[in-house]
């Protein structure tokens, strides 16, 4: 259990004590559990890019916990029902047609500063070989400088690593486009160790892949994203966003 200050920390601790948690296969049921790796982490949300020619597989993932109860039918009076999505369905019920309960309550496990209970990063970029099944290198993805307790902006580049959606892209060239972190930046990092190369700021976060082509009447090539926001960030926008990349001389 981590917090920004001793307080989060020991509210975490706490938490987590009054919780099941039996590993990644904790049974559910009507005492709150964890659920580690949850539905909001792992690799599960932006899909996979991968070098063909260095047999290198790209991924994101996010670590966010979180503490779940299953709800009978009495207990379910008390809650509103939601299949909002993130981070809407917080302190709700979601629903389910059948069987003893009426629904689950899924909540992130984080503290009253609105900041996860688990030590960051919380959300990294894998490159994995795809001929050793190793791992080549990972790196945390995105600073706090659009977040911060209570969702106040920090403003500060700090490189915690924060929760990742979207969906990297890589290039034969040795570069990897993304743009799914949780501040406003579409970067390019090399694919050969994860070394930040580029970033440009964009008008709120991007949940999605970028997209790199080449114009076939002048031969220049593009990257493109489409900006619409980030998850836990009240900002959005309405904007494909195209970046040309220079042209060999």
């Given at each position: 259990m981590w917090g920004v200050s001793t307080f989060d920390q020991l509210y975490c601790r706490i938490m987590f004590k009054n919780s099941v948690y039996e590993g990644p296969f904790t049974p559910p049921g009507e005492k709150p559990y964890i659920e580690w790796p949850s539905l909001l982490g792992g690799m599960n949300w932006g899909g996979i890019s991968i070098d063909e020619a260095n047999d290198i597989l790209f991924v994101n993932d996010m670590r966010m916990p979180l503490r779940m109860m299953l709800v009978n039918h009495e207990d379910a009076k008390h809650y509103k029902i939601s299949t909002d999505e993130v981070p809407g369905f917080m302190g709700t019920l979601r629903p389910q047609i059948a069987g003893p309960y009426s629904g689950v309550r899924i909540d992130i496990l984080q503290s009253p500063l609105q900041v996860p209970c688990n030590t960051p990063p919380?959300?990294?970029?894998?490159?994995?070989?795809?001929?050793?099944?190793?791992l080549l290198w990972q790196v945390p993805m995105g600073t706090a400088e659009q977040l911060g307790p209570m969702g106040i902006k920090s403003h500060l580049p700090?490189?915690?690593?924060?929760?990742t959606l979207g969906g990297p892209t890589s290039t034969a060239s040795g570069l990897l486009?993304?743009?799914g972190t949780q501040d406003y930046y579409l970067r390019a990092l090399d694919s050969m160790n994860g070394k930040e190369l580029w970033k440009a700021p964009l008008?709120?976060?991007a949940v999605a892949a970028p997209l790199?082509?080449?114009?076939?009447?002048t031969?220049?090539?593009?990257?493109?994203?489409?900006?619409?926001?980030?998850?836990?960030s009240p900002d959005v926008a309405d904007d494909v966003i195209a970046f040309d990349l220079p042209t060999k001389e």
């Amino acid at each position: 259990m981590w917090g920004v200050s001793t307080f989060d920390q020991l509210y975490c601790r706490i938490m987590f004590k009054n919780s099941v948690y039996e590993g990644p296969f904790t049974p559910p049921g009507e005492k709150p559990y964890i659920e580690w790796p949850s539905l909001l982490g792992g690799m599960n949300w932006g899909g996979i890019s991968i070098d063909e020619a260095n047999d290198i597989l790209f991924v994101n993932d996010m670590r966010m916990p979180l503490r779940m109860m299953l709800v009978n039918h009495e207990d379910a009076k008390h809650y509103k029902i939601s299949t909002d999505e993130v981070p809407g369905f917080m302190g709700t019920l979601r629903p389910q047609i059948a069987g003893p309960y009426s629904g689950v309550r899924i909540d992130i496990l984080q503290s009253p500063l609105q900041v996860p209970c688990n030590t960051p990063p919380f959300g990294t970029m894998s490159a994995i070989d795809l001929r050793t099944k190793k791992l080549l290198w990972q790196v945390p993805m995105g600073t706090a400088e659009q977040l911060g307790p209570m969702g106040i902006k920090s403003h500060l580049p700090m490189p915690m690593g924060m929760p990742t959606l979207g969906g990297p892209t890589s290039t034969a060239s040795g570069l990897l486009f993304f743009a799914g972190t949780q501040d406003y930046y579409l970067r390019a990092l090399d694919s050969m160790n994860g070394k930040e190369l580029w970033k440009a700021p964009l008008p709120a976060g991007a949940v999605a892949a970028p997209l790199v082509y080449k114009s076939p009447k002048t031969g220049k090539e593009y990257v493109v994203i489409s900006v619409g926001g980030a998850s836990h960030s009240p900002d959005v926008a309405d904007d494909v966003i195209a970046f040309d990349l220079p042209t060999k001389e």
